[in-house]
């Protein structure tokens, strides 16, 4: 029994992207089940928490494309302090200080509250001071702070495009997520976020022509997309992050002090040969306690429930059924009919045979 999360996060920006987009789709989906009945309040809040931290994104983008559209029409048109003819009184603009203050305070509060009293209660329980640091917890959350903030505005565009896919009807799939250090060819990073960088540009100089107050308003966001490409290598190098290891920041107590279960876990991994997983086919070909574990999961005789044509179990069967040798079967096959085909007892047993297996009795 393990009393925390093991599992890693994704490695870069770009892997974060596709598990968010997957993400997305499952929460918007919620929103049916919200008014199903028998669920109760705190159920609900659950769910709408889930949703809410998705459509906030293209919240947000209204928010800014609406305050960019004011600040236009105040620079190019002219007041009317008169709109209703004649009149001894002038209409002035309606503008409220104080509560854009408060709004700003609010804001910055609840972004920020939670992250300092995570900090404090840590800083409550001996064994997390320990692993994580005193001076170094709390130097590792404000470059968290700074990081998180600076993404922000590229983490907005990625979601909102993601929620207006999901309402198109576009399904995200789903892939393997990567498990490696998450380094990315600079000309790649490049590519995938050279538009965020050039809409930044465009951005900043349009605020500045339009008002410098309203440029320096904005340039949390606009500096955020200027730094896409930098931030988005940056956050996926493993320098990088040996780096930030070494001084201490952002790590969890299980890399100061290995717990006994992910000792024994990489034990395990040297004694297999490395901690890559190979060809899934080879694999099971070549291990018959493997196989037979494998196949142990598999529903009996190939039987699936009622109206489950899947496209991809389907072909794939029909794929390695006519493949004249295993080498031919496996370069026949997408990776999604490979895995079909590994999740299908007749398909499996196909491939065992071209293998030189027997096929089970």
Request: net charge neutral.
């Given at each position: 029994?393990?009393?925390?999360?093991?599992?890693?996060?994704?490695?870069?920006?770009?892997?974060l992207a596709v598990r968010d987009r997957r993400w997305c789709q499952g929460n918007l989906q919620h929103a049916a089940v919200l008014p199903a009945r028998g669920l109760t309040f705190v159920s609900r809040l659950h769910l709408l928490t889930g949703i809410g931290s998705?459509?906030?994104?293209p919240l947000w983008l209204a928010m800014l494309v609406t305050g960019l559209l004011i600040s236009i029409q105040a620079r190019f048109v002219p007041p009317d302090y008169f709109p209703d003819g004649f009149s001894?009184?002038?209409?002035?603009?309606?503008?409220?200080?104080?509560?854009?203050?408060?709004?700003?305070?609010?804001?910055?509060?609840l972004l920020l509250a939670p992250k300092f009293l995570s900090y404090l209660l840590m800083l409550a329980d001996r064994r997390r001071r320990r692993g994580f640091g005193v001076v170094a917890?709390?130097?590792?959350?404000?470059?968290?702070?700074?990081?998180?903030?600076?993404?922000?505005?590229?983490?907005?565009?990625?979601?909102?495009?993601?929620?207006?896919?999901?309402?198109?009807?576009?399904?995200?799939?789903?892939?393997?997520?990567?498990?490696?250090?998450?380094?990315?060819?600079?000309?790649?990073?490049?590519?995938?976020?050279?538009?965020?960088?050039?809409?930044?540009?465009l951005l900043g100089w349009l605020a500045y022509l339009i008002s410098p107050p309203l440029f320096w308003w904005m340039s949390p966001v606009i500096l955020?997309?200027?730094?896409?490409?930098?931030?988005?290598?940056?956050?996926?190098?493993?320098a990088a992050g040996e780096v930030t290891r070494r001084l201490g920041l952002l790590t969890v107590p299980e890399e100061r002090e290995?717990?006994?279960?992910?000792?024994?876990?990489?034990?395990?991994?040297a004694r297999s040969g490395g901690g890559e997983p190979g060809d899934g086919v080879a694999r099971l070909a070549g291990d018959a306690?493997?196989?037979?574990?494998?196949?142990?999961?598999?529903?009996?005789?190939?039987?699936?429930?009622k109206g489950d044509h899947a496209p991809e179990r389907l072909v794939a069967r029909a794929k390695v059924s006519d493949a004249p040798d295993l080498a031919a079967a496996l370069r026949s096959l997408t990776p999604r009919e490979k895995a079909a085909a590994l999740s299908d007892a007749p398909a499996l047993e196909r491939l065992m045979e071209l293998a030189g297996h027997r096929a089970r009795a």
């Open positions: 029994w393990l009393a925390g999360s093991y599992e890693e996060g994704p490695p870069s920006i770009t892997d998705y459509i906030t994104a001894l009184f002038p209409s002035w603009p309606a503008q409220d200080p104080v509560r854009a203050a408060w709004v700003f305070v609010g804001t910055m509060s917890g709390f130097f590792g959350m404000l470059v968290e702070i700074v990081l998180s903030g600076l993404l922000a505005p590229v983490m907005m565009l990625v979601q909102s495009g993601g929620v207006l896919a999901i309402l198109l009807g576009r399904d995200s799939g789903w892939n393997p997520q990567r498990r490696d250090d998450g380094s990315i060819p600079f000309l790649d990073v490049v590519s995938r976020y050279g538009g965020y960088v050039l809409l930044g540009v955020g997309l200027v730094l896409a490409v930098p931030l988005a290598s940056l956050t996926a190098s493993r290995p717990p006994p279960v992910l000792g024994a876990a990489a034990q395990a991994l306690a493997l196989l037979a574990a494998h196949r142990a999961f598999l529903p009996a005789g190939g039987t699936r429930p």
